[in-house]
């Protein structure tokens, strides 16, 4: 029997018979957890309606019941006696939104004015010690979100699980796409399937606060996964008092960008340069076909395809909120709708997302709460042929490129909207269920439930018309799953001015990060865009691919589980001084048995200094150290000496078997792993002194930190002649060490008449060394760079331009008459000076220098707001200096002749390379057929400051809620506020890319980034 | 009523934590699943299974990885031409030294020291599986032991053509610790070599798994098309002792060979192009090239479309095909039409020649002869043998050496030990299969035989990784091409050593050619 599935269900369903037994597991003890609480409400309704002898819901009531939304907080409001509650009782309830905000909160309304869509993007600019690296401007693109630095290696896109910092919704710590699945791919531009970044689907409009955690010994209570720091986020929420209404919305556009295209007669005046001057006889009879032919109206003709590429994208969003609810009960639920878009290649994000909160105290003394969020997202991705031949991994001819004319590209574009399956979704749940209680009136104890559940989902079919008459088609389904189970006991006592307070408690995390992805090539025709399979499982072909078919499958699984038991001891002294001190042990299920349990000590000083001389301003001074353990994401180094299914070759590496048969060999290609690999961890060392001046008008803070990164594990060169690419050793330092200033000033208060103007400025000054190396070795070589002790982890390792060689006597000759020469190949006119750092008359590794930084040396935001009669004006400024980036498009644009002759992934010239994207005046005509590679990327003449100034936002709003008509016919309105703003407005750098934002994690800028233009938006937020 | 409630609750809340506590040790074992630490491996027969295939796909691996078995012996100094890759004419020009990533991978070796290392590890642990697998017999044992060994020798061989002096690593050192070992002769890495395969052609079989016996649950149709036999050790022998001038081994070895490959069902490839799998054939989708060939291999890497192991890269097909077969205007590389006539004069000839009636050609090593490019087509397995070359994924096999390749070897060395009539005879063998005309014993003073032998290899073996070494082993017989002579002379031979290698271990000396 043959069955179609649709191939996401398809993939599902496999999933479904190999991993259910979990959430089983998890759904029973969400249900029984509910259960009992729900049970005893309802059981306590029974009693009290036998008791009394009448109906339980009147009609009337039922009729409320219907207008409210929570059926539980209503049985408990009109079951239990109504007693008054006092303050400190009734703030037991509300869970969510009670933090106490710090200097390290994000001021987050002004921020609310923007159609921002990620984390990061919300975080530009606006915290201390936060920078952001978001190489796209592409909705739901991944982006990197870096807490005081880069802490680890970082030079592929796999690399930022090593630096990210953890994100916490509510507490709950959201989980991580696990960077495994990078193992079956040959390149590194995207990962497979959705490719979608978790941390866009958090809608902007639920955020109550946003807080940066840094200081060491809140990240020691944290644990190992916040060990690069925090984002906290708070979420609306349940709300005891009036019922409240909140109704939000914008529309906008994003503006298209300026480009200077051009067609082939273009192209070929550039190419006419290097053939003049070094072309061959030969190199000139293989001209490209497509620029030999100048009547060839599809390259010579109009160059105009930036008309269908570029266009104005509209965005919006729309929200509401509702919370409302008694001292017993309460609860808020907030749903939301957000389109995001950019003006290039109708790239888009469709968001959706619902809030459940549900906030009880049955007992002064019990309380329990539950939160869920549940999101989704669709994403329209950009039709780079770059990244569909990497998806594929199959290049064919690349030798003609897409013509730049608008009739052809629309003939292109049509088949990829006709044909074209390419559908990316990835949904999200997060939530917890909290109970808690106060066994004496100080010693409470509380219990947590946290799962936070996120899957990813791709179904793609690229026709033969798109991909020269083969087609292909992949389907992958992978999640990310994590669940929290804490406990915690908490004991407060107090004598005299003294307070002690000790807590216990043990937090257990298990994480699966699971993926099946298959990939099928040249199937029957362009119509059957499904995989059909045998679905009777007791044939032999089960499951096999019908239609001549050749699918490829691949899955794999991966956990991590966590465990940790801390205790903390806090001392305060009449407000004067506070002493904090956490100790943890944690043990992980990836470090190896006998060193699988680490133990971290952490402490803590504050010093109030302000109250203890009675000063008027504030003034405090805090220092703390602590010790975290770094989490590692790969349960391989904990297996020690092992055995893997490796039989591919550099340019397919997914081979496993050899004649059908499985083959197992110690992994040669991923690096010998020993019995010795142990924990990593990091010390963290701070020092904050916070400042007001001027009744606390102005006020400042400046931390001073340094960070080490010890023990961590790198692939260390072995000698080649065991097979082996390296040894994995623990051993790698890093240090961070900078200066984070904020300063907050009410320049003018703000005041009805008057105009108020509200200023931040954050700096932050960081730098980054490497401290040691595994084993005291000073120097490791990854790939094109080179880490030395000493340096920075995040240089470039370059040659050093200084010009060309215009004729042979140029060509400086050692004393034996040998020309200069590149490992053995003599340098000829035409070839790139690159000075001969140690004067042995070759140019080799041993010439190269580092040189710049990719992360920048200092950065920050500058953000004001200026008020008048119910007028705001926000400005967010942000800055980078002292940052690098390497152009590898400038290179492989010269470079044109090896890229193409090697048919090299490289060699793809996409659409939008039909405009002129470098600056021609920069750079040499070098002989590009040299056998010295003369634009290779690594030399100084490639490397630019990448360094920024730009005005990110600018809005203007008004509440017409002052309004005297509002107000009168909407009577309960609180806040009509209405607003418009304008984002990305200028930028101000020396950088001759597009712009220096768009650049890779690892400092490369390679021109795919899609441009952030201005955008504009208008919108309106109604509280009633 | 409350305070039993807020008991309880507290009760519940404290078994929730002790229960934990109890299991958590045991949570935090969350083993790879991925891999298969050593704890738990060579227990059963299914891990020296697992390893002996290990050891052919990392062999495999080390021979196409950027199409190193060709890269090393068929484009340098060799009949083709790149069309316009540099790296490629870098490697014909032997320019190794050049910046290219290419020559940079080509010139590692660590992917061989893998297959070695693999070896050593093999024949290491793999005994402890008699202990405990019942179903693991001692015969089964010596069999994949000896492979092992044929296995190790080979590589050696193969590296030894390449670079000359090799560290001889003959343990595998699988402890962690990896010291630096300098190189060693290549006349003592050979000696190891020989010694190791005279040990192991003495246990290696025929064929496995004869029925009514299997080998790891199959029988010899299928093992016969990868599996190294008693005949795969004396052909590797035989190359060992040629490369070395040794031809009265040669002779030695390859008489063995003559009087008993049936015994492993190997047969000569008369036919040019079979059209079914009853009779063996040189090219074409029945052809020693696909998995569809029926007969036994001598030493063969097969990427059968079937398992999923046909990939576009790391096959000839990769570098030599073109348009009409795959969507490509040209190929990377091709053999100039001067050298095709130069070659293939005889008009009869099945691989390629004029047919003086009709004025068309045979077409069967090379296609569009006409056109200023003709492409190379003796070897297009495109999937399994499919005509539609849209998709372009190969699973054509590696064939290393064939019965064909053996008796011109055969021949050279009686050749080079003055047995002419012997030669001749074995020469004509393959000159009969493809309707070219025989040598005569009266061209001996035209035409020099041993010339003629290698003519004939070169014509017979194009495309097959074997011109680079013919050569060197021609002009050592015979000083004919000033070139390789001189290349010869400076060990220039050999290929530089990688800088990864160099700067890995300080005990490894730049081949002195490429300083």
Known sequence: MVVKLSRGRFLHKIDHYLAPKRYKILALCMAVVSFVHYGYAASSVIVKENNINKPYFSNKEMTRIVGELSPVGLVLQDTIEEEEFDEETRAKINTLNTRKLTMDSLDIVPIKNNPYLAVGDYLKGQAAGVYVQSPSAEPGTYQNVLVRGLSALQLNNRDINNNQAALYVNGVPMGIENNFAYDIQRYDYNRIGPATDYWASIDLSSIKSIEIIKDPTRLAELGPLAANGAIWITTFGGKTGEREISVNTYYGFNTKPAVTPFNAAYEDLFRQNFYKRYGTEDDRLKYPGYLSDSTNLNYYGPSNWQDLYHSTASLYSMDFSLAGGSDRANFGVFLGHTKNAVSSDETNLKRYNILFNVNMLPFEWFAVSTYVNARRMERDRNRNVRDRYAEMSYLPDLSTPLAPNKNIYSQYIGRYKNEVVDDNVTNHVNGNIRLALDIFSNLQFATNFALDYNEGVRDLFYPGTLMETINYMSTYYGYTQRFVFSNKLAYNYQVNRSNFAVSVGSDYSEDLFRYNFARAYDGPNDYIKLNVVNGNSNDGDYLDPRGGLRVLRYNNKERFHLHSIYGKLGYTYDDLLELTSVLRWDGSSTVQRDSRWLFTPSASVKWNVDKQFDLRNMFNVKLAYARLGKPTYTSRYAAGPQYAANLGWSQDPNVSSYFGYAGLSRDYSFGWTGYNLTWAYSDNLELTLNNAFFNDRLSTSLSLYQRDDKDQIALMPVPFEFGYVGEYKNGLNVRNQGIEAVINGIILPADEEKVGWTTSLNVNFNRNELTALPGGATELQEGNRLLRVGEAIDRFWLFQNTGEYRSVSDVPVDGSGRPLNNNGVPFEVGDARWVDQNGDYIINDDDRMLQGRFTPKFFGGFNNTLSYRGVDVNLAFTYALGMNALNQRASSRYDFASNEDNNAIGAIREIFHWQQDIDIEKYPIYNVWSGTNPYRVDQDLFLENASYLKLRSVSVGYDLGRLNYVKNTLKTTRRAYVYLTANNVFTITKFTGNDPELVNFNGMYDGYGLPLTKTFTLGLKLDL | ?515
């Open chain 2, 1 to 515: 009523m409350l305070k039993n409630l807020y008991f309880k609750s507290c009760l519940i809340a404290l078994c929730v934590i002790s229960q934990l506590n109890f299991s958590c040790n045991k949570a935090l074992d969350a083993p790879s699943v991925e891999v298969s630490p050593e704890e738990v491996h060579w227990q059963s027969i299914s891990d020296t299974k697992a390893a002996l295939i290990g050891m052919y796909g990392l062999l495999r691996a080390a021979l196409v990885d950027n199409n190193a078995h060709w890269m090393y012996g068929e484009l340098r100094s060799g009949d083709f031409t790149s069309y316009r890759r540099q790296d490629l004419s870098a490697v014909v020009n032997s320019e190794l030294n050049k910046s290219f990533t290419l020559l940079e991978d080509l010139s590692n070796w660590r992917r061989f020291y893998a297959v070695i290392n693999a070896a050593s590890v093999f024949i290491e642990k793999a005994p402890r599986v008699l202990e405990h697998d019942s179903r693991y017999t001692k015969l089964n044992l010596d069999y994949d032991i000896a492979q092992a060994k044929a296995i190790r020798a080979f590589t050696y061989f193969y590296m030894v053509r390449i670079w000359g002096d090799v560290p001889l690593i003959t343990s595998s050192f699988d402890n962690g610790k990896f010291p630096q070992l300098a190189r060693t002769d290549h006349r003592d890495v050979l000696m190891f070599a020989e010694q190791e395969l005279i040990e192991a052609v003495e246990v290696l079989p025929f064929r496995y798994g004869v029925a009514p016996q299997t080998y790891y649950g199959a029988t010899s149709s299928n093992w016969q098309k990868i599996l190294f036999n008693k005949i795969s050790g004396y052909a590797i022998l035989a190359h060992l002792a040629a490369w070395q001038g040794k031809y009265l081994d040669v002779a030695a070895y390859t008489q063995f060979i003559m009087d008993n490959y049936t015994g492993a069902n190997v047969v000569y490839l008369n036919n040019i192009m079979p059209s079914g799998t009853g009779t063996a054939g040189l090219t074409g989708n029945f052809g020693v090239f696909t998995n569809n060939y029926q007969f036994g291999q001598i030493i063969n890497f097969s990427s059968a479309y079937s398992y999923g192991e046909a990939t576009a890269s790391g096959h000839i097909e990769q570098l030599t095909l073109a348009t009409p077969y795959v969507n490509r205007a040209n190929p990377d590389i091709y053999v100039s039409k001067e050298t095709i006539t130069k070659l293939y004069t005889d008009r009869n000839d099945r691989r390629f020649g004029v047919d003086t009636l009709s004025g068309l050609y045979r077409e069967t090593f090379f296609t569009d002869f006409s056109n200023e490019i003709p492409v190379f087509s003796k070897i297009k397995i495109i999937r399994d043998g499919v005509n539609d070359g849209n998709y372009a994924v190969f699973g054509s096999n590696l064939v290393f050496t064939r019965l064909e390749e053996l008796t011109l070897l055969r021949a050279e060395a009686l050749a080079v030990l003055g047995q002419n009539v012997r030669a001749i005879e074995l020469l004509n063998v393959i000159k009969g299969m493809r309707f070219t005309s025989s040598y005569q014993v009266t061209d001996l003073a035209t035409k020099p035989l041993i010339d003629e032998i290698f003519m004939e290899r070169r014509r017979e073996l194009m495309g097959e990784g074997w011109r680079f070494y013919d050569l060197v082993r021609l002009n050592r017989i015979k000083s004919v091409d000033p070139k390789i002579s001189h290349l010869i002379e400076q060990n220039g031979i050999y290929w530089p050593i990688s800088r990864n290698v160099l700067r890995n271990n300080s005990q490894i000396v730049q081949n002195s050619y490429w300083n």
